[in-house]
């Protein structure tokens, strides 16, 4: 029986109860009795209306209740539309599985990032997913299924911004995803599944690898620049440019720490001779194997530079006078070395050498350094050249043995 019917009934037995009760109390009383059964009827009919008024609030409750519970219906099924167009219309993918990693909700961006839209087989379970999709870090190793990001929500993990990458079926080619990921809970807590979102980053990760590429190519140039700059084209050392500046440099740590400092200035004999004689093709090969020489002779830390012409100049950080002087003459006696400029042709080769020190005390300036070191190989010049002389001390001279 519904409930209407049953609130009826209640109505019909609550009248008779109370006739039933009346009639009881106060049978044959006469006039009072008629009084009192007067009494009773208005009561019966007080309960009767009561009745009425409690079985139609009842109703209308009931009506009410229904409209309501159809209204709340109706604004659920907006609401899932609404949610539903949302999710279609979404650039960014959503994947959200339950607990046992199948997959029950997958918009259409989702599909396409994944590369499983069109023609490709359907999947159902993240498992199937992860197979399908390739997925693998961004240095190319590949994500085991534990390790995914959705997986990791569904063990209660949130997980932002990872960047993955997917092979995608429908493009034919690799897409970069930024993931993040959050586990769903029940209202006890327990996990029920995950959601995840991807943003296809691609053209972001393309322009940055692009840039990053670039950046290596302007580095590239600049370091050929610095070498067009500071390196002579002739022979690979430091022209005058870039021998002044290491010049500069040393000089002034040696002021700072008191330290020596050596420069030995290299002038090839007679070279306008050669280049008469030879040709300028067989100059600049002399010159190109002095260079050879004075760097395979010199420390790691000395510097070797071609200031001009047939001057070569060396820089020695540390080094006095004593120990420049040694230098000067190993390298006046590899020089003696003939030059081979063709089969069976050499070219008979020596140098002037000038050496100049500072030490730390009176290390003011490179420019006074190179005075020095100038006026020392100006004197052995003048005294017949294939020499060395050091600054401050007599030329000297080591003849061909």
């Known amino acids: 029986m519904h409930g209407g019917g049953r609130r009826r009934w209640l109505v019909a037995a ?48 009931a009506r009410l209740d229904a409209a309501s519970a159809q209204v709340a219906q109706h604004e659920i099924a907006d609401t899932m539309l609404r949610l539903i167009t949302i999710m279609d219309t979404l650039a960014d993918g959503v994947f959200v599985t339950n607990q046992q990693g199948r997959i029950t909700l997958l918009n259409p961006a989702g ?19 992860v197979r399908c999709t390739h997925m693998r870090r961004i240095d190319g190793s590949p994500i085991p299924l534990e390790e995914t990001p959705m997986a990791r929500a569904g063990q209660g993990e949130a ?40 943003s296809d980053i691609s053209d972001e990760k393309e322009t940055h690898l692009a840039l990053r ?23 690979g050392v430091l022209n005058h440019r870039g021998f002044g500046e290491r010049l500069d440099e040393a000089v002034a740590r040696a002021r700072r720490f008191t330290r020596d400092v050596a420069l030995l200035l290299i002038d090839v004999d007679r070279f306008k001779d050669i280049n008469d004689a030879h040709g300028h093709p067989a100059g600049d090969a002399v010159l190109v194997a002095i260079a050879d020489r004075l760097q395979s002779g010199v420390r790691a830390v000395d510097a070797v530079g071609r200031l001009g ?49 500072l030490s730390g005390e009176s290390a003011d300036r490179a420019g ?14 003048r005294s017949g050249r294939d020499g060395v002389h050091a600054a401050g001390e007599p030329p000297v001279r080591i003849l061909a043995s």
């Open 368 to 381: 006074g350094l190179l005075q020095a070191a100038d006026a020392a190989l100006y004197l052995v010049k």
């Open 111 to 129: 599909a396409r990032l994944a590369g499983l839209a069109g023609d490709v087989a359907p999947v159902t379970d993240l498992d199937g997913l």
């Open 159 to 198: 997980v932002h911004d990872v960047e993955v990458v997917v092979y995608n079926a429908l493009l034919g080619g690799d897409r970069y995803l930024r993931v993040s990921a959050t586990p769903l809970r029940h209202d006890n807590g327990a996990i029920a599944g995950a959601v995840a979102v991807a």
């Open 309 to 357: 012409g047939d001057e070569f100049a060396i820089l020695m950080p540390e080094t006095n006078r004593a120990g420049a002087m040694v230098l000067a003459r190993r390298l006046q006696q590899a020089m003696r070395i003939p030059v081979p400029i063709a089969p069976g042709v050499v070219i008979p080769v020596t140098v002037s050498v000038g050496v100049a020190t």
């Open 213 to 235: 590429a670039q950046a290596r190519t302007l580095m590239q140039l600049n370091r050929q620049l610095e070498l067009l700059a500071t390196r002579d084209n002739l022979t």
């Open 14 to 61: 609550l009248v008779i109860a109370g006739v039933s009760a009346i009639a009881q109390a106060v049978p044959n009383a006469g006039l009072v009795g008629g009084i009192v059964s007067v009494h009773a009827l208005i009561c019966c009919a007080a309960i009767t209306a009561a009745a009425g008024w409690v079985h139609r609030r009842a109703e209308r409750r």
